[in-house]
């Protein structure tokens, strides 16, 4: 657009050489003679004035560029949050969008109660084991009843993504025992499908939504296979599983807290022969060591310095609390063990189905790993030093 000119700003057309002069003599201070009531010139005359409706054009252009710019940037960011996965660190932002009138169908509890289940031996059922195809009917079962697992140290540090009306779950196996992960007798490393690990991931394909994980709490023995052992271990490592630590059975009788350390060291020991960098945060326990546990304290001196626990657990346990609750006790959690049900008197199955009787007593997730909800009438309970900033909702 080019320059105005004083022409198009008189209402008369162009002014007459007398108005002219009169108007650069006066300074082009004064009214504008015939120029109408209020109209008044600028300092510097026609060309000031031009100036001006030239900057106060400039002003309003630039301005209305940047508000497009805030705009272009606002909605540059808004896709690139709304394009993040299940998982990333920005799911962690996404707060509950429940209704009241949702999260009490659903039964929505995050102070109900958690299982920790603990397999032993997979082969040939039994009293202390359970066999491939049983394990896989566990697995369907705690499926088709609504149960998601987690990652043990996503229970500690109450970082829980199970989707909304689930109940989170923590697998763990103990004492590596050589039906958990065992290679094909064929030399080609490949592993057995009806070791334990070849069950889990198997039913892991066929269910993506279960969030197959696991923990091995490690003993001596190290899934046998002696050629195979530390190639078993860094393939569990991989693939992200859990590695704690536990005791072989006969350390149970041991009634000295410090004999019971230095069991426990002598197992992280011989497993550091093949994994060095191995330092467990979590440990299994006989229940027979719960009473000098607090003598034992969370530390274990190994040699070249100390490991110290995140989380220790108790075999043939109960459910435990909730990670917000106020009497969630890392140092003091439980394992469920897995039996045979018509061998079943405190197990999996019992905990089955008393849940499926009190189903207000188990957690259920609102789906969102940024708030904890809670029915109004156990908000007493929760601890908000634990829970980590999340926000607290009641219905």
Not at 22 to 39: D, E, K, L, W
Not at 121 to 135: A, D, F, H, T, V
Not at 296 to 313: D, H, N, Q, S, T
């Amino acid at each position: 657009m080019g320059e105005k000119t004083l022409d198009s700003f008189h209402p008369g057309g162009k002014p007459s050489r007398k108005e002219e002069i009169a108007m650069v003599s006066a300074g082009a201070r004064g009214r504008v003679r015939g120029s109408g009531p209020g109209r008044h010139l600028p300092a510097g005359g026609p060309r000031a004035l031009s100036r001006r409706r030239t900057w106060r054009f400039t002003k309003r252009f630039y301005a209305l560029v940047g508000v497009m710019l805030v705009v272009i940037l606002f909605s540059a960011l808004w896709a690139t949050l709304g394009s993040r996965k299940p998982g990333d660190s920005g799911s962690h932002e996404s707060p509950s969008n429940l209704t009241t009138a949702e999260m009490a169908s659903l039964k929505v509890n995050e102070l109900g109660a958690i299982m920790i289940v603990r397999y032993g031996r997979i082969g040939e059922e039994g009293k202390e084991s359970r066999s491939p195809e049983n394990l896989r009917r566990d697995l369907q079962l705690l499926y088709q009843q609504g149960y998601r697992c987690i990652p043990l140290s996503d229970l500690l540090s109450g970082d829980i993504k199970t989707g909304p009306g689930f109940t989170p779950l923590v697998i763990t196996f103990w004492g590596a025992d050589p039906g958990q992960v065992r290679f094909l007798e064929d030399g080609s490393a490949e592993l057995d499908p009806r070791c334990a690990l070849g069950v889990l991931e198997d039913f892991g394909r066929e269910h993506p939504d279960f969030g197959m994980t696991a923990t091995f709490f490690l003993g001596k023995q190290l899934f046998g296979q002696e050629s195979h052992q530390k190639e078993k271990l860094a393939m569990l490592k991989k693939k992200g599983y859990g590695l704690g630590v536990t005791v072989e059975p006969e350390a149970a009788r041991l009634k000295d807290s410090q004999d019971a350390l230095t069991a426990v060291a002598a197992v992280i020991s011989a497993i550091r022969r093949h994994l060095p960098e191995f330092s467990p945060e979590c440990a299994l326990f006989p229940q027979e060591w719960r009473e000098i546990g607090d003598d034992m304290g969370m530390e274990i001196p190994v040699e070249g310095g100390i490991v110290r626990l995140r989380a220790v657990l108790y075999d043939n346990g109960k459910p435990v609390a909730s990670p917000y609750d106020s009497s969630f006790d890392p140092a003091r959690l439980e394992a469920i063990r897995v039996v045979d049900p018509s061998m079943d008197s405190g197990g999996l199955y019992h905990w089955l189905r008393y849940f499926s009787e009190n189903p207000e007593r188990r957690f259920v997730s609102d789906g969102s790993p940024s708030t904890v909800t809670v029915p109004r009438h156990m908000v007493f309970r929760t601890d908000r030093e634990r829970m980590g900033g999340r926000r607290l909702r009641n219905y």
